[in-house]
């Protein structure tokens, strides 16, 4: 006969389960609200230490979650990109790259917020810059905000699955790779490291870039070719080139077919 405390101890929650228990300890939402999400928790169990610690690393997430509504709470309209990430990277731990994919899977819930789409990105990037893990996930494709900053200081390999918004890879010197469309500034003062778009770019690729390489598989509206010190690839082609030691820019110039002559006969 199966022992009925091993199994409840081995139970694998479903994600409605484990997200009303979340939200009755952090208020994140009316506990009568509906609660749709993916099965982002496959990994959380049980444990055997009593209600308290119910779950494995729930307790984490709650300080994460905690942590990002604490910065959320904040009017940031007046305060430079440095210090909301210095204030969120002050707040957070080392975490696991597995718990902070989950957490960003839990972002749809604060889309209303005020200076959602800066303040997450800045929370992530610090999130993902003090984990020890060397790649982090990212999913964003459930989101109808797109968080801007994404990537910012980055040192590390970021998969990103989703669209994102502005400033993306900003003082970037790892690889951060997107599998989804952006808007405008990718690259904004990225230092070094490498940039991959699978999706379609907007205005301004490369501005105030010091180095490194960005890779457009994707559509894209203009290259800011005054301050771009990348190299920009179109479809593994390089179409401009930025040099990193003399502080010149060179253009590469696209080579066109030349056109045939045409015959006419009278």
Not at 102 to 127: R, V, W
Not at 174 to 181: A, N, P, Q
Not at 252 to 257: I, L, M, Q, R, T
Request: a neutral charge.
């Amino acid at each position: 006969m199966t022992d009925m405390t091993t199994m409840e101890e081995n139970k694998i929650l479903t994600a409605d389960e484990f997200y009303k228990d979340l939200v009755q300890r952090t208020d994140l939402v009316k506990i009568d609200e509906p609660v749709q999400l993916p099965a982002v928790v496959e990994n959380f169990k049980l444990s055997k230490k009593g209600k308290k610690k119910r779950f494995k690393g729930n307790q984490d997430l709650e300080k994460i979650i905690k942590h990002y509504r604490r910065i959320l709470s904040r009017s940031v309209n007046e305060e430079y990109e440095i210090d909301i990430y210095n204030h969120s990277y002050s707040l957070v731990k080392s975490y696991s790259s597995s718990l902070i994919e989950n957490f960003s899977l839990l972002l749809e819930y604060h889309q209303n917020k005020e200076d959602f789409a800066k303040i997450t990105g800045l929370y992530l990037s610090a999130l993902i810059n003090k984990s020890e893990d060397s790649e982090i996930i990212i999913d964003t494709s459930n989101l109808y905000e797109l968080i801007d900053y994404l990537g910012y200081q980055n040192s590390k390999k970021l998969i990103v699955r989703g669209d994102l918004g502005d400033h993306i890879g900003h003082k970037n010197k790892g690889e951060i790779l997107i599998y989804g469309d952006l808007e405008d500034s990718l690259g904004y003062s990225m230092k070094d490291g490498k940039i991959i778009v699978e999706g379609n770019v907007g205005e301004q690729v490369g501005v105030c870039s010091e180095g490194g390489e960005i890779h457009l598989n994707g559509n894209y509206k203009n290259i800011y070719e005054n301050s771009c010190l990348a190299s920009i690839y179109r479809k593994g082609e390089l179409i401009f080139k930025g040099n990193k030691g003399d502080k010149k820019v060179e253009k590469v110039e696209e080579v066109k077919p030349k056109k045939k002559r045409k015959w006419f006969f009278w």
